[in-house]
């Protein structure tokens, strides 16, 4: 389990941008950066503008593990920020600016669990590997550049 704590300040959005590329490049996630980064990045922008408007300063912590399904990404805040994170749109207009975030989530996540009174946000990003069509194509593709090789000894 990586963890990474931020403060809210001018570099803290770097930090995260640099925490999930290492974490997609350390497990060989590439072709998964966008489709992670992008909702990992969104949440945790806007729980830290959250936490700057609130004046509250507390730090986020980001987490990731694996997980049966993947790989999850954990946001935590120490305002219940996500408590309104649900399976409807919210029509208040004091949420709006987590409207954006809860679409991308709504879309790129595979799954989203709310925790602790909605002060943590758990992503989950399924991340099982190659399909099995796939893989046989690829074995065909291969056989076909290999032919076995016989060595002889004089």
């Known amino acids: 389990m990586e963890t990474l704590v931020i403060q809210p300040d001018k570099n803290s959005m770097k930090q995260v941008e640099e925490f999930v ?8 996630l590439d072709n998964y950066l966008a489709t ?30 694996y ?16 408590s309104h994170f649900s399976s409807s749109f919210p029509l208040q207009s004091s949420l709006n600016s987590f409207f954006d975030s809860i679409q991308v ?12 009174n909605g002060s943590t946000l758990r992503m989950v990003f399924f991340v099982r590997g190659i399909d099995a ?3 046989s194509r690829r074995k065909e593709v291969l056989s076909l550049f290999y032919q076995p090789a016989m060595v002889e000894s004089n």
């Open 105 to 116: 989530v709504k879309l790129l996540v595979d799954e989203f669990e709310i925790l602790d």
């Open 133 to 135: 069509k796939e893989a």
């Open 36 to 65: 992670i980064s992008v909702p990992v990045i969104k949440v945790v922008q806007d729980t830290l503008q959250s936490s700057h408007n609130s004046a509250s300063n507390e730090p986020v912590t980001i987490s990731t593990e």
């Open 67 to 82: 997980c049966h399904e993947g790989i999850c990404f954990t946001v935590h805040s120490y305002q219940n920020c996500f």
């Open 21 to 28: 590329d290492a974490v997609c490049y350390n497990n060989h």
